[in-house]
DNA sequence: CTTGTTTTTGACCATTTGGTAAATACACGA
DNA sequence: TCGTGTATTTACCAAATGGTCAAAAACAAG
């Protein structure tokens, strides 16, 4: 048995873990959780499906772990963002580091799209665990920024929103993309685009009155 | 045979068609391509599965129709987009059109968004053909708007992927923000987010300066 | 080399799933 | 009421798929 619950793995071990559960993220990202097949995996991991099924109990799993492994990354640079700094230079290097994991991780964008298209079915414990509480830290630090004159006011729920889905777009939707830009790398304009679309929205008294 | 070639349907051959497209909207929507079943489709339409598919020739006809279907209800906001009318106006009608779209239709949303997100295996020709060039054209309209003077200066290209993005959001990523927000209706709030992030990024002569 | 352990494989299995064929029930105009 | 084309169901099938298992191979240590 690979007696993964206790003690250390072998080198072997590791390294066809690894094998494994990258071939697993290409072909879950691209086909999502019912759509990819041990097959599939175990031809893109070089190693027959027995053997996958000799490092994990199943295709549960695999998932699960990509899901867990994938939370920390996701949640990474919103963690990152400092309460200390200066308010919209933390925001717009937010803005940044998600559109770079958006280019770098499009795989990782697209499992975690797909796991909550489906309705979060297996990630929403995790949601509510870890990133909800995040998420609304966060937001009383920009809120306070903002009531401390720092920053422009808006909801910080559907800043932060409407951040994520700028910049995961482009990783999601990309064969959309790819279409209508014709195979130009979009982004350096889409940084360009996106850091000035919410350096507006957040300088403070520059706003359009509301009505 | 039900003939679907020629002539005209029966009455309860429309009525049937549109319960399993009604169903298959449901199923395919939340579960993806892949993840749908035939016996799913069934059961939420109601009939048995043979009788479905004389209906249609099979799941993968079933899907392309859909796609047919909802490439029309997704390119319409963006073809009454008047090149005639205001410029603000016109593109905060257009984020809000979308909007109401993903409160109203998203099970269409996340169709689309399925689609995509797999690599638009079977919408890419759509894409090229229908979409392609509309964004074009309106990229062009909106660039002129903005040479005129009448919106400030960004890339047409991300303005509309931008406004996809936030407003497909509320839609496809629908079981996170209730997460997020707990339950709370997202609709009101985001329209006023939103309104308020377009109107400024594309109110002239307000920006800040790019360096 | 020998022995004990880890890793890998080939042969299977049960279930699910898309799809078919033939028989049956039904609607409806003559 | 009958007959005819339409609609629906029952009973299947073949392929795909997640998973099992025992045995073989590979490997490490003495």
Redesign the pocket.
């Known amino acids: 048995?690979?007696?993964q619950t206790q003690k250390k793995?072998?080198?072997?071990?590791q390294r066809?873990r690894r094998k494994i559960l990258d071939a697993a993220l290409d072909v879950f990202s691209a086909h999502g959780f019912?759509g990819?097949?041990?097959?599939?995996i175990a031809e893109q991991a070089g190693?027959?499906?027995?053997?996958i099924?000799?490092?994990f109990?199943?295709?549960?799993e695999i998932h699960v772990t990509l899901l867990s492994q994938l939370m920390e990354t996701w949640l990474d640079p919103l963690i990152e963002l400092d309460p200390q700094g200066d308010p919209l230079t933390e925001i717009l290097a937010y803005v940044q580091r998600k559109l770079e994991m958006s280019r770098d991780l499009p795989r990782e964008s697209r499992l975690f799209a797909n796991e909550i298209l489906q309705g979060a079915p297996r990630m929403d414990p995790h949601l509510r665990a870890d990133l909800k509480p995040l998420f609304d830290a966060r937001c009383g630090v920009i809120q306070a920024w903002m009531d401390a004159g720092k920053l422009a006011q808006v909801d910080p729920r559907h800043l932060i929103f409407s951040i994520w889905a700028t910049t995961q777009h482009y990783a999601d939707f990309q064969a959309q993309i790819e279409v209508l830009l014709e195979g130009q790398e979009p982004t350096d304009t889409a940084a360009q685009f996106l850091q000035s679309m919410f350096r507006n929205l957040l300088t403070p008294g520059q706003n359009t009155s509301p009505a």
Do not use: F, H, V
């Open positions: 048995m690979a007696d793995p072998s080198r072997i071990q066809n019912r990819a097949t041990l097959d599939q190693l027959s499906k027995p053997n099924l000799y490092y109990d199943g295709k549960e």
